[in-house]
């Protein structure tokens, strides 16, 4: 492991002087790698997805495993659309000139070497690594063992491209050893690694922040609120509200505990109701959310969890601001929304709350590096310091102060 360390973090010193054109260039020809080698990523996928099965990985998350031409051909637009993203290293943040005379610019540098540790998404590999590239950083990554066969073959496809333009491999590497131990030892290595990563359960996201002794950028659990106002326009707050539970119920960013002004409750529910039947989603409602649709009652737990399934919790609420005071108990501080007409208290919401990502009249599952522009994203993170939200190229810089003088000796 030592000697691996050792070469990523010499190969961090070459990637972060390559030029923005050769660069661009490069991911390119990995998208076009991608597309040129979809059968075998799918063929090799079919491994993860049949011995997931076999495994008993539940719907939702073989649904993030699986792959597909589709699947496959987003991956590599990711990639086409980070290459066409503004250049993240090197930028002047700031310049000024002290009374001395010196002239001082603070100037974007890539972090270092990342080391990103998630589960089930093999899409994450070729995302995160792009998104490394572009901004200058070395990664290694350590994806899910249900992934395992997908993630070595993108991972390969991509080493080939680094290899073919005369750079090293380990710009884009995988954990040498996939175990407990392996990860164990790869987050005390500070010396080596300057920062880490970790996407998916609440279990590891807790290990890894416990145990590593380079920073952590927390990408945490999703779980998202809908506020639907008594100023609400209903028929928009049915569609949005069916979107944010059910378009993919196995997602960080959909929607798992629904909350309802009581004004409207009786109203909205019934409608509600109707549609998540027809998507067979489990409903969990308060005492007062019984006196209006026929559903199970939720218990304290039910609005504490991340269900990642297709059940969703509902609270009946008397105003927004006990909304908020509800979000902010029981949220991870991720992505919640309003529905509402109401300006003044469409801005409170936005205000109060306290997420990474706050909606007004959409859906939550629109927190997502390609849909906010950033081609991907590393992740959701859930951190308040030094990255919130989707996870982009500029978030995978730091800064280093440049000081121009003229003989400057200070008295």
């Known amino acids: 492991m030592d000697i691996f ?12 002087s390559l030029e923005p054109n050769k660069k661009n260039k490069i991911l ?42 589709s699947r496959v051909e987003d991956m590599a637009k990711a990639i086409d659309e980070i290459a066409i993203l503004k250049e993240p ?12 005379g010196l002239r001082i610019e603070k100037v974007s540098v890539p972090i270092g070497v990342i080391a990103i540790i998630y589960e089930s998404r093999p899409n ?30 993108i991972a390969k496809i991509l080493q080939s491209v680094l290899i073919q333009n005369d750079l090293p491999k380990d710009i884009i590497s995988l954990i040498p050893d996939n175990t407990r131990e392996g990860v164990a030892k790869l987050i005390k290595m500070n010396q080596y690694i300057d920062l880490v990563i970790p996407r998916g359960g609440e279990g ?45 119920t196995g997602v960080c960013n959909a929607m798992e505990t629904l909350l309802v002004h009581e004004d409207v409750a009786k109203r909205v529910l019934k409608l509600l109701k109707v549609e998540f039947d027809k998507f067979g989603t489990e409903l969990r409602g308060c005492e ?27 609270k009946i609420v008397k105003n927004v601001d006990e909304a908020i005071k509800h979000i902010n108990k029981f949220g991870s501080g991720h992505s919640e929304a309003i529905i509402t007409e ?29 849909e906010f522009g950033f081609g991907a994203e590393v992740g959701i993170s859930t951190n308040k310091l030094h990255a919130r939200g989707p996870m982009g190229i500029n978030d995978l810089t730091t800064y280093k102060f440049k000081i121009y003088g003229k003989g400057h000796a200070r008295a």
Request: charged share 20%; glycine share 6%; aromatic share 6%.
């Open 5 to 16: 360390l050792k070469n990523l973090k010499h190969s961090s010193y070459i990637i972060s």
């Open 28 to 69: 390119h020809l990995m998208a076009d790698a991608l597309r040129q080698n979809s059968t075998n990523i799918i063929k090799e996928n079919r491994k993860d997805i049949l011995a997931g099965k076999n495994s008993g990985l539940n719907p939702a998350l073989l649904d993030r495993l699986f792959l597909d031409d």
């Open 89 to 100: 290293v090197g930028r002047v943040l700031d310049g000024w000139v002290v009374p001395s």
């Open 124 to 153: 994450v590999t070729s995302d995160t690594a792009a998104l490394c590239f572009k901004s200058g950083n070395v990664c290694v990554l350590k994806g899910g063992k249900e992934a395992h066969n997908s993630n070595h073959f």
């Open 204 to 248: 590891l996201i807790r290990y890894i922040s416990e145990n590593a002794t380079m920073p952590v950028i927390k990408h945490d659990k999703g779980l998202c609120h809908t506020y639907i106002d008594k100023d609400a326009n209903i028929q928009s707050a049915v569609k949005i509200s069916i979107n944010a539970k059910c378009q993919r």
């Open 288 to 314: 007062l959310t019984l006196n209006s649709i026929d559903v199970k009652l939720a218990c304290e737990e039910d609005f504490s969890t991340e269900y990642l399934e297709n059940i969703l919790s509902i």
């Open 342 to 370: 109401n300006y003044t208290t469409g801005e409170n919401f936005l205000n109060g709350v306290d997420s990474a990502c706050v909606y007004i009249n959409a859906s939550t599952r629109y927190t997502d590096g390609a």
